[in-house]
Every structure is written in C-alpha cells, then in structure tokens.
T-cell receptor
C-alpha cells in the first residue's frame, strides 16, 4: 500500500439520487479526513475520524451527508438526495495522530450531479 | 473564524527565476504550516511543512515562517515549467483540522 486510494474516481448522477464514495487510507494512519473542493477554492473540511470514531463534523455539512469508518480502516461518504450544488471533487486524506502530522491525499472522486 | 489568505494570482515568473508565494493566517494559536502543490485536475501533494519560526529548506524549496507577523511563505528557486501549478497553504492548530487557503496559481514560462 503506497498511498491513499479512492473509488470511484468519477461519478455522474442525477439530482435526487444517493451516492457513496470509498476511501482506503495509508495502512498505518489512524486519522482519516474528508474534504470537498470546488474550482478555484482550497479543500473545505467535511469530517474526520480517529480510528473508528468520528471526532468532528463541519457545521456546513448538511444532514444529507454521512460518513462511516466502521473498523477504523476504510471509510465511506454517502450523499443522499444529491443536489446540483453537491458537484465537486471529494478528497480523502489520512495522517498519523498528533499535531503537525502531515496529511496525504487520495486522487479524489469527482462528482457531477445533473 | 480561522482564515488563511493567499493571493489567487496568477503569479508568472520566467524559467530559472525565484518564485515567492505568500500566505497569511488569522489564528495566533496555529502550530503547523503546510504547503501543497496541486496540478489541474489532480489532488494536493505535500511539498513542505514547517513548525518553527525561521527558514526550512528542502532542495529548491524554502519555507519561511514568521509567527509574530502571522505569515508563511514558500520560495521556489530555479523555477521550472513543471512547477506550474496551484500552491495551497494549510494551517493547523490544536484541533488537528487544517484550514486551507484558496491557493496561488503559479505559471513558469520558458
């Protein structure tokens, strides 16, 4: 395992459908983060896990978004009843615990909601 | 609200020149500072991190941190066309959640 992987890399869906994305972090990393990035902006924090515990969730995140990391390894991000405004790149990153440990990003999942 | 500010650019420099990218942050409690490079359509890639005031050098890259003035910069020496990308500044405090700037677009022309 040489890096963070995400699946799928691209997803096109119709408004109102549910989508689920998967992230596999670097194996020894116990922290996992989800971000959303739109054109011309930096990554926007959504939520993060330490092991299987979801420790923080952005107040900007609507109830349509949910994330899990059931065994402290891979994570899933689900968006229910997608809207056109959900179109973005969804990035996953992982790191070791502790202040200052740098995050390593996966390739991202590009979501297009028609 | 924690803010990280970067000039969106583009910053255009000739090949071989020094590119200077700047970032300011609002949270005085910030502890860790990161520079990421992001090519169009790709995910961010970590270039450097710095925790202490002063300079940190890694090859052609130098990160500079001034906590009193709340800015961090990235210098790229001998700029190459392959350095053309968006450079993201990220700042982390005790919450372990980084705040990213919107990035500065760098163009290195031959």
């Amino acid at each position: 395992d040489t890096g963070v992987s995400q699946d799928p890399r691209h997803k096109i869906t119709k408004r109102g459908q549910n989508v689920t994305f998967r992230c596999d972090p670097i194996s020894e990393h116990n922290r996992l983060y989800w971000y959303r990035q739109t054109l011309g902006q930096g990554p926007e924090f959504l939520t993060y896990f330490q092991n299987e515990a979801q420790l923080e969730k952005s107040r900007l995140l609507s109830d349509r978004f949910s994330a899990e990391r059931p065994k402290g390894s891979f994570s899933t991000l689900e968006i229910q009843r997608t809207e056109q405004g959900d179109s973005a790149m969804y990035l996953c990153a992982s790191s070791l615990a502790g202040v200052g440990h740098e995050q390593f990003f996966g390739p991202g999942t590009r979501l297009t909601v028609l | 609200q924690k803010e990280v500010e970067q000039n969106s650019g583009p910053l255009s420099v000739p090949e071989g020149a020094i590119a200077s990218l700047n970032c300011t942050y609002s949270d005085r409690g910030s502890q860790s500072f990161f520079w990421y490079r992001q090519y169009s359509g790709k995910s961010p890639e970590l270039i450097m991190f710095i925790y202490s005031n002063g300079d940190k050098e890694d090859g052609r890259f130098t990160a500079q941190l001034n906590k009193a003035s709340q800015y961090v910069s990235l210098l790229i020496r001998d700029s190459q066309p392959s350095d053309s990308a968006t450079y993201l500044c990220a700042v982390t405090g005790g919450s372990y959640i980084p705040t990213f700037g919107r990035g500065t677009s760098l163009i290195v022309h031959p």
